[in-house]
């Protein structure tokens, strides 16, 4: 205890009275001894991170955010882990060491989530506060931060948020992020197009969500989107809600809405009501519609392929015997699908009532979807499907667990299944080929097949 003894006489004078309190005799001692020793006992990263929340020792100091306030570091910290750090503090674009340096367009919160990266290599981060730490560490060049914000905001993609997503992935030249979020919403669409964020995104991205032929949504819910879409472009720019104004706003997304494709009593109704089209439009609909002309001028009169179709992916041979367990299924991806759902097996009495309770969950233990269902078993028929509302998407490489409960009297499993799910002779998407594909039950199983649909061509 010599070299801390000496320490402490550094710290205090001989003469001060608090020096007494280095004495292990007298109580309080190892409190005072805990002060001046917290290093010990502590990995690299707790003693970083204890350096950065006490403030010790800072020799550079930020003005962060529109209110400027001060945030302190350590310029060996933040130049051993940033190539921009580097260049700002001891680089070509150094300024003077006493100066500080303002940060306006990073808020505090965001900057001390990036610290606590720089510093500890992990921070908590979220899908509320991905996209502006994703902004900083791409600003700041750091790469690990990048990917685990990217990570999130894919695996936390849902119908709620989706659209606010891809608007903040689209400012931040995020390209691999909103390609994702365009499949994600092309594939189901449904609510998406009916929300209120939907509303709320640019016309550049409402075109090109309209006018892909992956949109899998009916030609109705499509223009009655774009039209609400146009409502709240005007509000947004302040001008009265009419149909010149509402066309002048939708601008040629209005060409690629298939109107000829919609139901007639739709078009007579909605369409021609709301005053969109101009008098020769309606002319040329009306001759379509009538069969007097085969196209209609920019307006393509195809229907959306709205993508490849489903597929099923057997794990299993014939159905031999009942079972009454909760099934959970631990499974990987070679490429990125959405799980639509599953298949069951039937039964082999007259009549039966499956309650069934599905969900998945990522390797992180965070539900990514559900549902409950009732469903009226018989005989005459082998197998049922069990969808879920809003199809997650699994990611390739990452593990994601699947549990079904199905409350009945009698049900059948199948047996000898197989852990490698190879790729289709008529699908593109497979899961596993490389026999990836873990179990936690091996030998029996509920699920006989799961439901698989490819998120994009790639």
Not at 45 to 73: K, T
Not at 199 to 219: C, F, R, T
């Amino acid at each position: 205890m010599e070299d801390l003894e000496t320490i402490r006489q550094l710290y205090r004078p001989a003469d001060d009275p608090f020096i007494k309190c280095f004495s292990p005799s007298i109580p309080g001692s190892d409190e005072m001894t805990a002060h001046y020793d917290w290093q010990a006992n502590k990995t690299l990263s707790e003693c970083n991170r204890h350096m950065l929340n006490n403030e010790i020792a800072f020799d550079v100091y930020f003005l962060v955010g529109e209110n400027r306030q001060v945030v302190g570091a350590h310029r060996y910290v933040l130049v051993s882990r940033s190539c921009v750090f580097y260049a700002m503090l001891i680089g070509p674009m150094a300024g003077k060491s006493d100066e500080k340096i303002a940060i306006p367009d990073i808020e505090n919160e965001v900057f001390q989530h990036m610290l606590e990266y720089i510093y500890c290599e992990d921070t908590k981060v979220e899908t509320k506060n991905a996209i502006e730490i994703l902004y900083s560490a791409r600003k700041y060049g750091i790469t690990g931060l990048e990917e685990k914000c990217r990570r999130v905001l894919e695996h936390g993609l849902t119908t709620q948020n989706v659209c606010n997503i891809l608007q903040e992935a689209d400012k931040f030249d995020e390209l691999t992020l909103k390609n994702k979020c365009l499949e994600y919403i092309w594939h189901q669409p449904k609510d998406i197009l009916r929300s209120s964020s939907f509303g709320n995104l640019s016309a550049s991205l409402v075109k090109e969500i309209i006018q892909s032929d992956k949109l899998d949504a009916k030609e109705e819910v499509v223009f009655d989107a774009a039209l609400q879409w146009s409502e709240q472009e005007c509000l947004r720019n302040g001008v009265i809600v009419s149909p010149p104004n509402q066309r002048r706003y939708l601008g040629g997304i209005l060409y690629y809405i298939r109107i000829p494709v919609l139901e007639t009593g739709y078009y007579n109704k909605t369409v021609v009501k709301s005053d969109i089209l101009s008098i020769e439009e309606k002319k040329s609909m009306q001759n379509y519609f009538s069969g007097v002309m085969k196209d209609v001028k920019r307006f393509r009169t195809d229907k959306r392929s709205k993508g490849e179709n489903q597929t099923l992916h057997w794990r299993f041979g014939p159905v031999n015997c009942m079972h009454n367990e909760t099934t959970a299924i631990a499974f990987s991806s070679s490429r990125e699908v959405f799980i639509d759902g599953v298949e069951l097996d039937g039964t082999g009495y007259d009549e039966e009532h499956y309650d069934v309770f599905l969900n998945i969950y990522d390797m992180d233990n965070q539900e990514k979807a559900k549902c409950k269902e009732k469903i009226a078993i018989n005989k005459k028929k082998q197998s049922y499907q069990v969808k879920f509302p809003a199809p997650p998407i699994v990611s390739k490489g990452f593990t994601y667990t699947i549990i079904l409960k199905i409350q009945a009297e009698h049900r059948y499993y199948g047996a000898s299944g197989r852990s490698n799910l190879n790729k289709t002779d008529s699908h593109p998407a497979y899961i596993n080929p490389e026999g990836e594909f873990t179990r936690l039950i091996v030998k029996k199983d509920q699920v006989p097949a799961i439901l698989v649909r490819p998120l994009s061509d790639s």
